[in-house]
């Protein structure tokens, strides 16, 4: 069973804006930091997101700063991650994923990764 399960991708038009949902099963993840990664074929995993355990702390790659933001709700096991101001290059398939701390995210060190949700930016 895949403890983390991705929602709420698809395609949008440049300048709109989606909200990913990131569900956990099986498990609670209110200890790990939480994150978000895409990747687009023939390219390399890249870090988007990261909220920490306590949902207080936040890191964003340069890419998505000002334009997404990552939140969590425990009680629901869930983390999220608005995004507007969308771009065609913004087009991948989004992971999130479970970690030790935010550093290690960022590092792309995850404990758990979920199988992704599409995201197709396009007019």
């Known amino acids: 069973q895949v403890p983390l399960v991705e929602s709420g991708g698809g395609e949008v038009q440049p300048g709109g804006s989606l909200r990913l949902s990131c569900a956990a099963s099986?498990?609670?993840?209110?200890?790990?930091?939480m994150g978000w990664f895409r990747q687009t074929p023939g390219k390399e995993r890249e870090f988007v997101a990261a909220?920490?355990?306590?949902?207080?702390?936040?890191y964003y790659s340069d890419s998505v700063k000002g334009r997404f933001t990552i939140s969590r709700d425990s009680a629901k096991n869930t983390v999220y991650l608005q995004m507007i101001s969308l771009k065609p290059e913004d087009t991948a398939v989004y992971y999130c994923?479970?970690?030790?701390?935010?550093?290690?995210?960022?590092?792309?060190?995850?404990?758990?990764r979920g199988q992704g949700t599409q995201v197709t930016v396009s007019s």
């Open positions: 994923a479970a970690g030790i701390s935010t550093a290690t995210l960022r590092r792309g060190t995850a404990t758990y």
């Open positions: 099986g498990r609670t993840f209110s200890g790990n930091a």
């Open positions: 909220i920490n355990w306590a949902g207080d702390f936040t």
